[in-house]
């Protein structure tokens, strides 16, 4: 399955410019395009882009279950490349920089199979609300769109983005899945109580 299949057309979005929203109970969202992603069940909030916004985790455990799907599909090396302690070195490594200006750890979603990169998409869908996974996805795919268009070519591309585990996921402890690439920088971060998370999008003009 290709990602770019699955992705919907991109939203008209401003020059690097941050509307603030929340989705479902398990996460902030940050974001850079025409509307605001707030899911049925959010509490509306406002925060600058880079800071944490505590919230109820209604979806974790949908969030805990998609993962450990995901992780389910994965050799012992992919596992191995996927999941990290949960240091803050780790947290902070994320930008919204293209892959030739910024490197990342954990999976890049073109190194996986399509029922895997399915299982990554499940455990967006399960921690977004659909507004907040239709702008997440329209970003992706607009990546794709830059790659075709040629020209300058950052590496660019709609399957070029990242996943990665940080510390061990439960019902009990505290843990993150950090997601990202070009253009966009998810940060969900889950715990027995509570979840909480930043994303943190800059977007090109069209």
């Known amino acids: 399955m290709s990602l770019r299949q699955i992705s919907p057309a991109p939203r008209r979005s401003t020059r690097r410019r941050y509307l603030t929203a929340s989705a ?8 850079c395009v025409s509307g605001a992603a707030a899911g049925p069940s959010a509490t ?15 979806a974790a455990p949908q969030v805990l ?19 990290a302690t949960r240091t803050q070195a780790n947290l902070s490594k994320w930008s919204n920089l293209p892959d030739a200006l910024y490197k990342r750890a954990g999976l890049r979603m073109d190194a996986l199979t399509s029922s895997q990169q399915t299982a990554v998409l499940n455990i967006l869908r399960a921690a977004l609300s659909p507004t907040g ?3 997440v996805t329209g970003i992706t795919y607009g990546d794709g769109v830059l790659k075709a268009q040629g020209g300058i070519d950052l590496d660019f591309g709609a399957d070029h983005y990242w996943i990665r585990i940080l510390g ?3 019902a009990t402890g505290k ?7 070009h253009h966009l920088a998810v940060n969900i971060t889950l715990s027995a109580l509570f979840s909480y998370s930043y994303r943190q999008v800059a977007c090109s003009t069209e």
């Open 24 to 31: 479902l109970a398990a996460v902030v969202v940050t974001t």
């Open 133 to 135: 996974f239709e702008q």
């Open 44 to 58: 509306a909030q406002t925060a600058p882009a880079g800071t944490h916004s505590t919230v109820t985790a209604a």
């Open 175 to 181: 843990w993150t899945i950090q997601y990202g690439g």
């Open 168 to 170: 061990t996921p439960s």
């Open 65 to 83: 279950t998609a993962v450990n799907a995901f992780l389910g599909t994965l050799s012992s090396s992919q596992k191995t490349t996927v999941q």
